[in-house]
């Protein structure tokens, strides 16, 4: 069995910054685009849990600031509270019922956008909290919702081929 490594890991998660950063705003829907990056750190961190899952968060959110006008460190530490949060659904019982990953997704999709949208609010940047929540949070995590079972499946069978151990350093 192949482990995935941290080299191997960031490729990948630049990959998706590129693909959600190039790709993703020209698919919207409800005004929203997709969250690719999330998709895959929440499938990732529910498929190994809570470490692996702030590593990817942590870095795949580096990636997404490096292409973002958003200030640099929001979608990092957006995406690393979102991932600790969606690992802890790794020792579930629930842990291969399809509703899990689907609902992990939405929770993970609100944490994300609330975390983002208080780091904006900090540094300065307005936001309307309530016109937020109706036309970008809740769509968003709808969305993310729809695109779970393409995602979900393509990083579960990644987990498979790279073992279940920890990643190797």
């Not at 929001?74 to 629930?94: H, K, R």
């Not at 036309?135 to 729809?146: C, D, E, I, K, W």
């Amino acid at each position: 069995m192949i482990h995935i490594n941290i080299y191997a890991s960031i490729l990948l998660l630049i990959g998706v910054a590129l693909v959600q950063s190039t790709v993703m705003p020209h698919l919207t829907l409800w005004g929203v685009k997709p969250d690719l990056m999330l998709l895959v750190v929440i499938s990732w961190s529910l498929l190994r849990g809570t470490r692996e899952g702030i590593v990817w968060g942590f870095i795949g959110g580096l990636c997404l600031d490096l292409f973002s006008g958003a200030p640099f460190g929001s979608s990092a530490l957006a995406l690393l509270i979102a991932s600790f949060f969606s690992g802890l659904g790794q020792a579930t019982v629930f842990h291969t019922h399809v509703i899990l990953p689907l609902a992990t997704v939405f929770l993970a999709s609100l944490i994300y956008d609330f975390t983002f949208l208080l780091v904006l609010k900090v540094l300065g940047w307005p936001v309307v909290w309530l016109d937020s929540f109706i036309r970008l949070v809740l769509p968003a995590s709808l969305f993310n919702v729809l695109l779970t079972p393409l995602v979900y499946p393509a990083i579960r069978w990644l987990h498979r081929k790279t073992g279940k151990k920890e990643m190797e350093w």
